[in-house]
T-cell receptor, first 116, second 115 residues
């Protein structure tokens, strides 16, 4: 079975500082990995994804994520946080090599608060 | 405008009263899915559909039904709602490419309260 862990319920960072939101995953085969963001009272919006190729993936709003197969991690990063980045962030995984491979599993979410 | 719409956005109902939450997308997407979002549990997949007349269970299908008679619509049916189905529900769609589920587009959500 596939699973995702976001070990931090909340991350606080000062505006202008770099931010990291952690994600680790577990799949039996190869993973497809996604990050989504949810602003208050809104649906989820796609940020970026890793399918194959370069381990460093760049996405929307200046975010990037690094796929690390040995550590089974896909941490979300941004060099300089903005107050407007404050939101709930979800990591998601698909195991593309097993049964039910169209099922997407989300983590529990990490609330990011950027302090002015 | 490309979008996923859900109706109703808010619903308060009572235990046992059948209800349907509609979901529609105008992007000709093949893949559609329903999720529920609960505090501390994140998003959990209820059902998904790869195409018309093809549906599969997600992680938490108990108490829910779906149908996919047309590509654009994917209604979620609660035959006999119970209070533990009080939640925020999201519909999503995507266009599988080469068998890969691509970026999902989410609807605005339906907040359901079952008394």
């Amino acid at each position: 079975a596939q699973s995702v862990a976001q070990p931090e319920d909340q991350v606080n960072v000062a505006e202008g500082n770099p931010l990291t939101v952690k994600c680790t995953y577990s799949v039996s085969g190869n993973p497809y990995l996604f990050w989504y963001v949810q602003y208050p009272n809104r649906g989820l919006q796609f940020l970026l994804k890793y399918i194959t190729g370069d381990n460093l993936v760049k996405g929307s709003y200046g975010f990037e994520a690094e796929f690390n197969k040995s550590q089974t991690s896909f941490h979300l990063k941004k060099p300089s946080a903005l107050v407007s980045d404050s939101a709930l962030y979800f990591c998601a995984v698909r195991d593309v090599s097993g049964a039910g491979s169209y099922q997407l599993t989300f983590g529990k979410g990490t609330k990011l608060s950027v302090i002015p | 405008e490309a979008q996923v719409t859900q109706n109703p956005r808010y619903l308060i109902t009572v235990t046992g009263k059948k209800l349907t939450v509609t979901c529609s997308q105008n992007m000709n997407h093949e893949y559609m899915s329903w999720y529920r979002q609960d505090p501390g549990l994140g998003l959990r997949q209820i059902y998904y559909s790869m195409n018309v007349e093809v549906t599969d269970k997600g992680d938490v299908p108990e108490g829910y039904k779906v149908s996919r008679k047309e590509k654009r619509n994917f209604p979620l049916i609660l035959e006999s709602p119970s209070p533990n189905q009080t939640s925020l529900y999201f519909c999503a769609s995507s266009l599988p490419q080469q068998g890969v589920t691509d970026t999902q587009y989410f609807g605005p959500g339906t907040r359901l309260t079952v008394l």
